[in-house]
């Protein structure tokens, strides 16, 4: 199946085409699809007094109220409300539906029906901050996996001789399924280990060992320690030409390290590429291969699958065009679990831009980075009187660019473990080689304070097979690089979200 009036363009084309043509579409999917079908909206659109004829620019769709994982996590019955499940009377009185069953059959049209609405794939959000939630996938969505996967394989410039192993764990996770899918989509050779936690790091340094492969596709921390402990084994890796990370930031400083140590292995001027993806999204997005002194290209968006606003994150009004924001997802053409208008909680700081990429020409919306989490802009009570908001966005691309490190973790106490007492930060560090623990320290506090305004209470140094374990490597997920062990009590904030 095609997305709807897909074009072959879609990163070519005109940005007052793809507007112009976004609004049109949007009206027609809440016109045959959502609305029909999805109770939560269907309701919603009613209370408001709103119709899909109604919209006719942004500022129109601008007055449809904001989806937010909250809504998702009210209950499983609330959930379905999401889901869009088709009334089989409301569908015979399509047209196309009609002159599908005279054309083809009875048979045919049922059997391409189920393939729009039937669920057959189940993803969900990590759980790190609240109950994770599941999203359901039709073969319908999974075609538009599939293609989004092969536009990221052509954007990243990968090539269908590649090898490519793909270290993302068995996971009911977007990561792990567009990585597979990309595959799939593009043509390629992909191969999946599973991650640390089926393998292990020895089992898929083994496992590279014997492919060689062209790229490496996983989490940053993951492929950091695998990269690391390859070079510390005097691996010779010579064929990598792409490491492809997402799910985690990638600061330009990590970005820096993972390049060197492909270097080390033996692959010169190997690309860091980073990807952009969530959940509630069911696609991920690529930037394109830039060289180290240009920067990063900014995430190529697919403006005929779906599209993003920016919104100030206190008022939740859409921001001038280039300006930072909120990141706001609406599907085009999605089945199964749909949110429109839906808040991630993540800031697009160098804004959305509809400009030739000055890297690979194509013209289609990008979203610039850095991508900060608000779950990662957390209340701290350091004394009794009041909180603090601390930023550990900011914290992490300090500490991810600091020379001579080469693994941290940030990890929150309570003071005496008394969850009435004042919080305690602590920073886990393993020294990069022969680095002087003294000078170290002193840098690490002196930044940790310019950034924050406050200094750790303490600097805990590990080797890095110590600050592996407490990672989590191998083991979680995803690696634990803030660890807050604080106890909350009810009424207490932990972590600031947007308005």
């Known amino acids: 199946m095609k997305p709807f009036l897909s074009s072959p363009l879609w990163d070519a084309g005109a940005p007052e085409f793809w507007q112009a043509w976004q609004i049109r579409r949007l009206r027609e999917y809440l016109k045959s699809r959502v609305l029909p079908f999805s109770t939560h909206y269907r309701e919603m659109f009613k209370s408001i007094g709103l119709e899909p004829g109604d919209i006719r620019s942004m500022d129109d769709w601008a007055k449809v109220p904001f989806s937010s994982k909250s809504d998702l996590t009210v209950s499983k019955e609330k959930l379905r409300e999401f889901v869009l499940i088709p009334n089989p009377q409301t569908l015979r009185r399509e047209p196309k539906v009609i002159f599908n069953t005279l054309l083809h059959g009875m048979s045919h049209t049922k059997e391409k029906l189920e393939g729009e609405f039937r669920p057959l794939l189940l993803t969900s959000t990590t759980g790190r901050s609240s109950e994770p939630v599941p999203f359901l996938y039709s073969k319908h969505d999974l075609n538009h996996l599939e293609l989004s996967g092969k536009r990221i394989m052509e954007t990243a410039r990968s090539d269908k001789e590649y090898r490519h192993v793909n270290l993302f764990p068995y996971a009911p996770h ?91 292995l033996g692959s010169l001027g190997t690309y860091v590429i980073s990807i952009y993806a969530f959940t509630e999204a069911k696609m991920a997005w690529t930037e394109c291969p830039t060289l180290p002194h240009e920067g990063a290209s900014g995430f190529h968006l697919y403006p005929d699958l779906g599209f993003i606003e920016l919104v100030d994150p206190k008022t939740g009004v859409p921001v001038p065009a280039g300006a930072p924001g909120e990141i706001v997802f609406t599907p085009l053409d999605a089945r199964g679990t749909v949110v429109l208008r839906y808040r991630t909680g993540d800031m697009a ?41 601390v930023d550990f966005n900011m914290l992490e691309h300090l500490l991810d660019d600091q020379r001579g490190l080469a693994a941290w973790q940030i990890e929150l106490r309570k003071r005496h473990d008394d969850p009435l007492e004042c919080d305690e930060v602590y920073l886990h560090v393993a020294p990069d080689g022969n680095v002087n623990e003294a000078s170290l320290k002193e840098v690490l506090t002196r930044r940790f304070h310019e950034v924050t305004e406050m200094r750790p209470n303490a600097i805990l140094f590990h080797t890095v097979p110590e600050l592996r374990q407490l990672l989590g490597v191998g083991r979680l997920l995803k690696e634990e690089k803030v660890a ?16």
Not at 203 to 232: K, S
Not at 365 to 389: N, Q, W
Not at 484 to 499: H, M
């Open 174 to 264: 977007l990561a792990f399924w567009q990585s597979h899918y990309a595959g799939l989509g593009y043509g390629t050779f992909m191969i999946s280990s599973g991650g640390g936690k089926s393998m292990g790091t020895e089992g898929n340094i083994a496992l590279i060992e014997r492919m060689q492969p062209d790229v490496l596709i996983g989490m940053p921390t993951f492929v950091y320690h695998v990269l690391r402990q390859a070079v510390e084994e005097k691996r010779h890796w010579t064929t990598l030409k792409r490491i492809v990370l997402g799910g985690e930031k990638t600061p330009q400083g990590l970005r820096a390290k993972l390049r060197d140590l492909c270097a080390q």
């Open 349 to 389: 700081e160098g804004g959305l831009t509809w400009n030739a990429c000055p890297h690979c020409g194509r013209r289609c919306p990008r979203l610039m980075g850095p991508i900060s989490r608000a779950s990662e802009v957390r209340t701290l009570r350091l004394d009794k009187i009041k909180g603090t908001l």
């Open 484 to 499: 807050d062990r604080r106890q909350i009590q009810p009424g207490q904030t932990q972590t600031a979200t947007p308005g």
